[in-house]
T-cell receptor
């Protein structure tokens, strides 16, 4: 079964500094990888995805993520963090071996951007 | 498009009561799913459906029931509420091909006393 690990509970970063949120995954087939963001008392919003192609994918709000097959990782990055980036971030994976859309989510990382 | 809508936003139940959480989408998505979100545990899949008339269990299905009579609607029923079902519930939908990302509703915060 597919699974995701987000090893850090909280990531603190100063405004203007680079932001990295880590994610590693486990699947049987090819991974379909996603990042979502959740602001307080809201649903999840899609940020970006990797299905195939270029290992560096760009998404909404200046975020990007790099797929690394050998390290089974899909870390989320932003070159310069904003206070408004403070939120809960989830990594998710779908196993391409199976025909359904089942996603496995990590436990989430709270990002705190300090002014 | 309204996207994915969920009702109610908040609900308080007593142990043993039953209720239905409503979910609807207007994007003609084949795939719909229900998750629960608990602190430190991420989102866990309860049930999902790949089309009208087809449902299947996810990771934590016990105590919940679903049906899918139309493409648009995917209600989640709590048969006999327990305090362990206190959680935030999210419904999501997506196409079964193409872009794959799931679209989430705003959530229902359920408290069982």
């Amino acid at each position: 079964a597919q699974s995701v690990a987000q090893p850090e509970d909280q990531v603190n970063v100063a405004e203007g500094n680079p932001l990295t949120v880590k994610c590693t995954y486990s699947v049987s087939g090819n991974p379909y990888l996603f990042w979502y963001v959740q602001y307080p008392n809201r649903g999840l919003q899609f940020l970006l995805k990797y299905i195939t192609g270029d290992n560096l994918v760009k998404g909404s709000y200046g975020f990007e993520a790099e797929f690394n097959k050998s390290q089974t990782s899909f870390h989320l990055k932003k070159p310069s963090a904003l206070v408004s980036d403070s939120a809960l971030y989830f990594c998710a994976v779908r196993d391409g071996l199976y025909g359904n859309n089942r996603l496995a989510f990590g436990k989430g990382n709270q990002v705190v951007v300090i002014p | 498009n309204a996207g994915v809508t969920q009702t109610p936003k908040f609900q308080v139940l007593k142990t043993g009561q039953s209720m239905t959480l409503q979910c609807a989408q207007d994007m003609n998505h084949e795939y719909m799913s229900w998750y629960r979100q608990d602190p430190g545990m991420g989102l866990r899949l309860i049930h999902y459906s790949v089309g009208a008339g087809i449902t299947d269990q996810g990771e934590v299905p016990n105590g919940y029931n679903v049906s899918r009579s139309t493409t648009e609607d995917f209600p989640l029923r709590l048969l006999s509420a327990a305090p362990s079902q206190t959680s935030v519930y999210f419904c999501a939908s997506s196409t079964t091909g193409g872009s794959y990302e799931q679209y989430f509703g705003p959530g229902t915060r359920l408290t069982v006393t």
